[in-house]
């Protein structure tokens, strides 16, 4: 595959999981608001928080090193041995899931029993929810390895529909079950995504374009652990460098859920509390969720095929360089003008959003300086993404692990931050400590891709300068949303909120439009990439 069609398929790719994170976003989006107006804010709290915090760090720290390696190799390798190698997997899901289960229960504050009750056996079920994921994990980096675009998208969007209605359908029929909703509808998910995932292989392995494609397996059968004739089980290279990713996973788990963590294991906020916190912390997330969680995933694959890792710029073919020089280019501005918008109008609107979805349980108190804190932590996130993707993807084993050491600083920094923060600032005390710590990151990614370039006439750090024209536009519109808030919204009627929506949207569209002027560049790396992937979907 050429480096035109990796760039191709990863954008392709990119889109398609855009499209699936809004839809998961917007179906919990409407999901939480919906759930606000049956249950307590302490299960909130329980389901959002500590369950769920069980249950993705399980799932974590079983599969995230075993995907960066596999997906990192550009030269053919044995699929025999790396199938063999995703298979560990499960026995490491099962050793995680009964040793965390065990401190969820025995070791943590457990809630209330007649505020929130069955939380034992909830405990379990998201444990064996995880178990139950990991059986796919062989599937999934077959279908990402071979840009099977589409059925990511299907299969997570069908488990998503299907945990929401049967949430929503158990909500309002046995709303006494209480946690077991959850867990019903968690089961279900994951049960759902295992069965398309296989649904598909059965059906694609030995068809026509399994054969037109060389696909390294024949039936079912093929993709269960074995032993090769005079081999050894596993790639034993491949499995020193999961051993490094899996050290910077375990970090890298404690830098994204830290806020979890020191809420769960500190108790630093009530159950009550830490639900509002989550809610108020997924709106701010959606759109880096489902834009830039997507991109950086695709575009990790992109630049994991098209650079050969631990080498060196020189060492390279000019060509993939040039490309992957200006695909980061143009990635940067484009995540940094999003970023900048959602800073700007972020600021003036997070108190009218929460009134909108929470009424006055999430508008009033803490809310909106926390969704204001959020917005700006976005932009972090934005560059974040792409520059580690970038780094992760040419790094040398190496230098891997010598970040091992440096994300072990952060994770022990940003524990320590997070916890005196929060007892002096409350919630958005855990914003602030994100805040340092990817700054953190950031600058440490800045400096690796500015010495990776630094002999070769491509500078794709440039991208992260908009043009003056463009932060004129966001300096003019932030002053406006501002004055417009602080007369028109929130205190009045309908009448006053629509109007300052509307000198928002005033705003934002003087912004687009000079973008449209100023940042042509980007808009035709944009038009390009979707003309790309549209005319790819055609053929």
């Known amino acids: 595959m050429s480096s035109q069609d990796v760039l191709n398929s990863a954008t392709t790719l990119a889109s398609y999981n855009v499209l699936l994170q809004v839809t998961f976003r917007v179906l919990t989006f409407l999901l939480n608001a919906f759930t606000l107006r049956y249950v307590s804010k302490e299960l909130i709290g329980v389901v959002n928080v500590r369950l769920t915090l069980l249950y993705t760090t399980v799932v974590f720290l079983s599969r995230e090193a075993f995907r960066r390696a596999c997906l990192s190799v550009k030269t053919e390798h044995n699929w025999r041995q790396i199938i063999n190698l995703l298979w560990l997997t499960v026995p490491l899901g099962l050793l995680w899931a009964f040793a965390l289960s065990s401190v969820w229960l025995y070791l943590l504050e457990a809630p209330d029993p007649l505020t929130v009750p069955h939380y034992g056996p909830a405990v379990a079920l998201f444990g064996l929810s995880a178990i139950q994921e990991l059986l796919c994990e062989p599937l999934w980096v077959l279908a990402q390895a071979h840009m099977f675009v589409r059925l990511k998208v299907v299969a997570e969007s069908l488990a998503m529909v299907a945990r929401c209605l049967l949430t929503v359908l158990l909500m309002v029929s046995v709303p006494q079950l209480g946690l077991y909703v ?29 054969k037109r494609m060389t696909f390294p397996f024949h039936c079912i059968g093929d993709l269960l652990p074995s032993v090769g004739n005079g081999e050894p089980v596993v790639n034993w290279k491949l499995a020193r460098l999961t051993w490094s990713f899996f050290k910077q996973s375990f970090l890298k788990q404690i830098l994204t859920e830290g806020e979890r963590y020191v809420m769960t294991f500190l108790n630093v906020l009530n159950f009550g509390d830490q639900g509002v916190y989550d809610i108020v912390n997924n709106l701010g997330s959606m759109v880096a969720r489902f834009v830039f969680l997507p991109i950086e995933e695709s575009f990790y694959v992109f630049f994991a095929k098209v650079l050969e890792r631990g ?229």
Not at 195 to 207: E, K, Q, R
Not at 412 to 439: D, R
Not at 506 to 514: E, M, P, R, S
Request: with cysteine; aromatic share 12%; net charge neutral.
């Open 182 to 210: 959850f867990c019903t509808a968690q089961l279900l998910y994951t049960g759902c995504l295992v069965l398309c995932y296989t649904a598909y292989f059965l059906h694609f392995l030995g068809s026509p374009a399994a």
């Open 311 to 539: 080498q060196e710029i020189r060492q390279q073919r000019n060509d993939d360089v040039a490309m992957a020089a200006e695909v980061l280019e143009c990635l940067l501005k484009l995540v940094m003008v999003i970023g900048l918008i959602i800073t700007v109008f972020g600021y003036s609107y997070s108190n009218l959003a929460l009134d909108i979805y929470g009424g006055s349980l999430l508008s009033s108190g803490t809310g909106p300086s926390l969704l204001r804190c959020y917005c700006g932590y976005v932009l972090l996130l934005a560059v974040n993404g792409v520059t580690e993707c970038f780094t992760f993807a040419v790094m040398s084993r190496e230098e891997v692990d010598r970040y091992n050491m440096m994300m072990l600083a952060l994770s022990v920094s940003f524990l320590v931050l997070s916890y005196f923060l929060t007892w002096f600032l409350g919630s958005v005390g855990f914003i602030l400590a994100n805040c340092l710590n990817m700054g953190l990151r950031i600058t440490h990614s800045l400096f690796y891709i500015y010495h990776y370039f630094l002999d070769s006439s491509w500078v794709p750090l440039r991208g992260l300068l908009p043009s003056p024209a463009l932060l004129l536009a966001l300096g003019l519109s932030a002053a406006i949303t501002i004055f417009s808030e602080s007369t028109l919204c929130c205190d009045g009627g309908w009448l006053l909120r629509l109007a300052h929506v509307a000198v928002g949207g005033a705003c934002l569209l003087g912004v687009l439009i000079t973008i449209l002027l100023a940042e042509t560049r980007l808009v035709h790396f944009i038009l390009t990439r979707l003309l790309t992937c549209r005319s790819g979907k055609e053929s």
